[in-house]
């Protein structure tokens, strides 16, 4: 009897797993194989330059203001010039992607953000694909958060494991020092941290700073958020008992999909930003271009530690504030009421320096 229902027992794990096997690649065939829109490749010449990979092909602001950093640096401080730029959907399949005219002297650069792990367990499949295919170039995935907390997806860990670590010249940079100590325990290969790309840009302001007593609440509304309705009423009823008017936006509210205007895009929201006498949000980059068009902000934590763990870039600034309750929200609308100058100590571009040594290591 014992040993039937052992072997039962390992009968639904073992089908249990393959079940969130075929789900991961159910969402996988969904978002890049299935959607009807398609990037066309520009045309791609045979000598050795940086290809650029999972780009995004969607409208979240964050990886936006990423991918147009992140080329803005490349042109600036990378040796090889930028041979091809690929989109999500057009690092899907093996056959066609092997089908350019890449060579293994090729530097592969994979877009940085925050979906390394299990949350986005589809865009990470891809990025592992990508690290697979390649086994000769050398490999550079971008500064990432890094999160692969779901224990009911240890599969997707396992593969990483196996596929990030067999690779002879892959580098890893992470954003935050969690992601850095896990990818050093978790991956054999070189591993190194760095701030988020969007931060390699010099923070300015577009219009003069007032105090207009105008408010940007920026939340998130995904599977990433943790703000219960409670908090989020208290933080209204703080602002309105301190006279101030709020406006609610998302980075994820950015309209319009053509490829070709991301960087007039993010422009566009950096000096959206400066009309608020400060913002309050949960999203990383929303901390980030709050920072980078010096306006104060007030950052939360989003459901695992990525806005917390990230924070550790702003210290230096005497306009960004971190805040895990009420008392400390209300705190920190004290300090920047009381604000005169908006100061940055210490400039993040010397963080930078590392990257530059990987690109022409």
Request: aromatic fraction near 14%; glycine fraction near 4%.
């Amino acid at each position: 009897m014992k040993k039937t229902i052992k072997l039962i027992l390992n009968f639904l794990c073992k089908h249990s797993l393959c079940f969130q096997k075929l789900r991961l690649l159910r969402n996988y065939n969904y978002y890049y194989k299935k959607q009807k829109q398609t990037l066309p490749l520009d045309k791609i010449h045979s000598k050795c330059g940086i290809v650029y990979v999972l780009a995004p092909s969607y409208s979240n602001l964050g990886d936006v203001a990423i991918f147009v950093k992140s080329l803005d640096f490349l042109k600036k401080y990378a040796a090889l010039p930028i041979k091809a730029v690929l989109y999500s959907r057009q690092c899907v399949n093996k056959k066609k992607l092997r089908s350019l005219p890449l060579n293994d002297d090729d530097l592969i650069i994979i877009q940085g953000g925050g979906n390394m792990g299990t949350f986005y367990s589809s865009e990470e499949y891809l990025r592992q694909n990508i690290v697979k295919w390649f086994p000769k170039n050398r490999i550079i995935s971008m500064p990432q958060t890094v999160y692969f907390g779901d224990k009911k997806k240890n599969y997707v860990l396992n593969r990483a494991k196996k596929i990030y670590s067999s690779h002879k010249n892959l580098t890893i940079f992470a954003r935050d020092v969690p992601s850095l100590d896990f990818c050093k325990q978790n991956f054999k290969c070189d591993v190194r941290i760095c701030p988020d790309m969007v931060l390699s840009a010099l923070p300015k302001r577009f219009f003069d700073y007032q105090k207009n007593k105008k408010v940007l609440l920026c939340f998130r509304k995904d599977i990433e958020s943790k703000m219960e309705n409670a908090f989020v009423k208290n933080i209204e009823n703080c602002l309105n008992e301190n006279g101030f008017s709020f406006e609610y936006w998302d980075t994820d509210d950015l309209s319009g999909r053509n490829i070709n205007n991301k960087e007039e895009k993010v422009q566009q929201v950096l000096e959206f930003f400066n009309h608020f006498q400060f913002v309050v949000t949960d999203r990383y980059h929303g901390t980030i271009l709050s920072y980078i068009s010096k306006t104060p902000c007030i950052a939360l934590d989003n459901s695992y530690g990525k806005v917390k763990n990230g924070f550790i870039w702003f210290k230096d600034c005497n306009y960004m504030f971190y805040a895990d309750s009420l008392e400390k929200v209300k705190n920190a609308i004290e300090e920047i009421l009381n604000l005169e100058n908006l100061a940055i100590n210490n400039q993040l571009i010397p963080e930078f320096h590392i990257l530059k040594e990987a690109l022409n290591g």
